[in-house]
């Protein structure tokens, strides 16, 4: 595992960033293809159709998007087929190891703005009521609470099967140091 001091070894090309719900996943896939001219792609898009069920052509877009030369995206939905997909051509994976208060904060404030302001996510979804987290077992908050370790038993795993180099970043200060940093040396 690389730290976010360590100098990355060659220019990345195609990135998954793993994590688990309300890290900034995808806040750190936008500034890394910023940063190294990638194409980013929103799995989420990609995955959820009109109200919240997952769309046919999923796979074979995830395929297109791993088909590429040089891009960046979340790495989730291994359920789905997804995550297998991008691991498999992926070259460098950035794993956003933050404590749960971190994570939990900011899904709450993200689903929070969400609903109040009625955000129009991928095609057509909204956040659901807040009271639905006590009755819905798939609600995005409960999910977190659910999944929170789950990268800390699957990195070594999926590291190891597709032989990908993993920067772990531990804290938003790391982030932003390995942005300022290393990320940035590789221009």
Not at 26 to 49: C, I, K, M, P, V
Not at 71 to 78: D, G
Not at 125 to 146: A, C, K, Q, S
């Amino acid at each position: 595992m690389l730290s976010a001091d360590t100098p990355l070894p060659f220019r990345p090309q195609r990135v998954v960033i793993a994590g688990t719900t309300g890290v900034g996943k995808s806040t750190l896939a936008r500034q890394l293809a910023e940063l190294w001219g990638l194409e980013y792609t929103e799995l989420d898009s990609l995955f959820h159709g009109p109200r919240w069920t997952t769309r046919p052509e999923f796979l074979s877009d995830v395929r297109r998007v791993a088909d590429g030369d040089r891009w960046v995206s979340e790495w989730n939905y291994f359920g789905s087929g997804g995550g297998q997909i991008l691991g498999e051509r992926a070259d460098l994976a950035v794993w956003l190891d933050l404590p749960r208060r971190v994570a939990r904060t900011r899904l709450l404030r993200r689903t929070l703005r969400r609903r109040i302001r009625r955000e129009r996510l991928w095609n057509g979804n909204v956040e659901p009521p807040l009271w639905t987290v006590f009755r819905d077992p798939g609600h995005i908050l409960r999910w977190e609470m659910r999944t929170h370790r789950t990268w800390q038993t699957r990195m070594p795993v999926v590291a190891a099967e597709y032989d990908l180099p993993v920067v772990r970043l531990t804290h938003p200060r790391d982030v932003d140091r390995w942005l300022a940093g290393p990320a940035a040396d590789v221009r």
